[in-house]
Every structure is written in structure tokens, then in C-alpha cells.
């Protein structure tokens, strides 16, 4: 036979936890006032305890009290809680805080790891490639000199754009090639 069971613990029962410690908190005894009496009060009410008043008086399973009135008898210690069964609620909350707390920082370390790994993904993914050199940049750049210099007479140019018509052709056909 198995002896083994769960406790479920819902959100209301650990509000209601809370609640009655902070209850147990707020609670504090407020100190009497004390109030000044003529000489003939505190005699008349002496003589009026001592009647009324038994001089051996017992606490709870303790020796007899002797010469205290009622008022002063010392207080109990509180007894220990009955339910064993609240304190295992409470370690287990105790318990499920700690657990919580320790995710949180793991959490918080996995987002810094996640957010670094994904801007690497994204640098590496959208960094632009090497632009490569275009083609007879400097067969064109020798024709538009040519050109500006020699502005009334554009026939002194006509080598260079011929050299420069003809590196245009072999890079076309170079092109035409590797796409077949």
C-alpha cells in the first residue's frame, strides 16, 4: 500500500497565509494607564482584594502562586500550533519562493545569452559583402578625362574609347558564358 499523497496548494490559501502573519504582526498589547488614586482608594480597594482575594492561587501544572493578584499572574507561553499540516504548507511555500527566485535569476541570464547570440545572428546575416571592382572602371575613367580636356576636338579620344568598347565586349561575353 502506498503511503505517499500530494498537497495542493491554491493562490487563496497562501493569500490567507500571508494575511494571518501580518495579523499576528499588527497585533501588540497597549500598556493600561495608570491613574493616581488618593490614599483612602488604595486602602479601601487593598482591603477589599484581601477579602476576595485567595492567597495561594496555582498555575496551570505549576507550584502554588503566592501574593500576586490575578491581574499579574504571569502568561503562558503560547502554545505550540496544533496543525502540523500548516507548517508543512508554510515550509513548502518557504521552499517554493527560494525555487522561484533561483528561476528568475536564471531567466534573466538566459535573455542576456539569447538577446547576444541573436544580434551575432543578425550582424553576421546582414553584414554587406566586399563590393567587387567594376569592370573597366579605369578604361572609363581614361575615356571622361580625355573628354573634358579635349572638349572642341573629341576625336583625339577615340583610342581610348575603342580600348574601352573592347573591355566591355570580353566582360559581356565573359558574363553570357557562365550563365549558359
Known amino acids: 500500500m502506498d503511503d505517499a499523497f ?9 493569500k490567507q497565509l500571508v494575511d494571518d502573519a501580518e495579523k499576528a504582526k499588527k497585533k501588540t498589547r ?3 494607564q495608570k491613574t493616581h488614586k ?12 484581601k477579602d476576595n482575594y485567595d492567597d495561594t492561587q496555582t498555575l496551570k501544572g505549576g507550584p502554588p502562586v503566592t501574593g500576586w493578584p490575578p491581574m499579574y499572574l504571569p502568561i503562558p507561553p503560547p502554545a505550540p500550533p496544533a496543525n502540523a499540516e500548516l507548517d508543512a504548507i508554510r515550509s513548502v511555500v ?19 545569452e539569447v538577446t ?6 543578425h550582424d553576421n546575416e546582414f553584414k554587406l559583402p566586399q563590393p567587387k571592382p567594376m569592370p573597366c572602371s579605369a578604361d572609363l575613367t581614361a575615356c571622361l578625362d580625355c573628354y573634358k580636356e579635349n572638349t572642341k576636338d573629341p576625336l583625339k579620344c577615340s583610342t581610348l574609347v575603342r580600348k574601352f568598347a573592347d573591355c566591355a565586349r570580353t566582360i559581356r561575353q565573359q558574363v553570357d558564358s557562365t550563365k549558359q
Open 6 to 14: 500530494s498537497i495542493q496548494i491554491s493562490g487563496n490559501l497562501v
Open 30 to 32: 497597549k500598556p493600561k
Open 38 to 49: 488618593t490614599s483612602e482608594q488604595n486602602q479601601a480597594k487593598s482591603s477589599n482584594q
Open 94 to 112: 518557504q521552499e517554493s519562493e527560494r525555487v522561484l527566485e533561483k528561476l528568475q535569476k536564471k531567466e534573466e541570464e538566459m535573455v542576456v
Open 116 to 121: 547576444q547570440k541573436a544580434k551575432e545572428l
